[in-house]
């Protein structure tokens, strides 16, 4: 089975600053996804990154990056120029490849951007 | 386009009650996936949906906990004879055959 470990379970950042989230995971398989999810006290998961794990190059998007270590089982998040909007729990999770398949989450992270 | 939604936003219910949560997926996702969220457990997979093909129930916690989608889209999420450990969110996501999981708002859920 898959287990995904987030060992922060709270942060802080100031506005403007930068921040990593660490995640690291246990798997046997070769084909599967990693994901970032953020959830805002509204309670909308919402998807920030994704990455193949096929694939070396580490996914962007906008301020937010990966930095995803495959021999090392390991898929940081890194925020840049936080913004008061990103507070929110952040959720590393995993999903095996060849098909739909269930997502197995961490923890969590909260994240807490102050002004 | 619309995203996935979920109903009721809330619901409060006595011990012993029967409850229905629904969700309305993204039009033309083919898989459907029920996860639960609470304090003590985090986030556990319940129930997916995939096409025609027989749902993955792996993730039920007991026989009062049920689910079907119907014509392939709306599911409901079924809770029979409820018990204060079933007070949680419970969030629905769809996906395209392969892909990212998009989710919905959630239903909280209390048992009084």
């Known amino acids: 089975a898959q287990t995904v470990t987030q060992s922060q379970p709270e942060m802080s950042v100031q506005e403007a600053e930068t921040v990593t989230l660490s995640c690291t995971y246990d798997?046997?398989?070769?084909?599967?996804?990693l994901f970032w999810y953020k959830q805002p006290p509204s309670r909308q998961m919402i998807l920030v990154i994704r990455?193949?794990?096929?694939?070396?190059q580490n996914a962007t998007e906008n301020r937010f990056s990966v930095n995803f270590q495959k021999a090392a089982k390991s898929f940081s998040l890194k925020i840049s120029d936080s913004q008061l909007g990103d507070t929110a729990m952040y959720f590393c999770?995993?999903?095996?490849?060849?098909?739909?398949?269930?997502?197995?989450f961490g923890k969590g992270t909260k994240l807490t951007v102050n002004p | 386009g619309a995203g996935v939604s979920q109903s009721p936003s809330n619901k409060v219910t006595e011990k012993g009650k029967d409850v229905e949560l629904r969700c309305d997926p993204i039009?033309?996702?083919?898989?459907l996936y029920w996860y639960r969220q609470s304090l003590g457990q985090g986030l556990e997979f319940l129930i997916y949906?995939?096409?025609?093909?027989?749902?993955?129930k792996s993730g039920l916690p007991s026989d009062r906990f049920s689910a079907e989608r119907t014509g392939g889209s709306v599911s409901t999420l079924t809770i029979q004879r409820t018990q204060q450990e079933d007070s949680a969110v419970y969030l629905c996501?769809?996906?395209?055959?392969?892909?990212?999981?998009?989710f919905g708002p959630g239903t909280r859920l209390t048992v009084l």
């Open positions: 996501a769809s996906s395209p055959v392969v892909g990212t999981q998009y």
């Open positions: 990455q193949e794990a096929y694939k070396q």
């Open positions: 039009s033309g996702h083919t898989a």
């Open positions: 798997t046997s398989e070769s084909n599967y996804y």
């Open positions: 999770a995993f999903m095996k490849g060849g098909g739909s398949e269930k997502l197995v």
């Open positions: 949906f995939q096409g025609n093909s027989a749902p993955d």
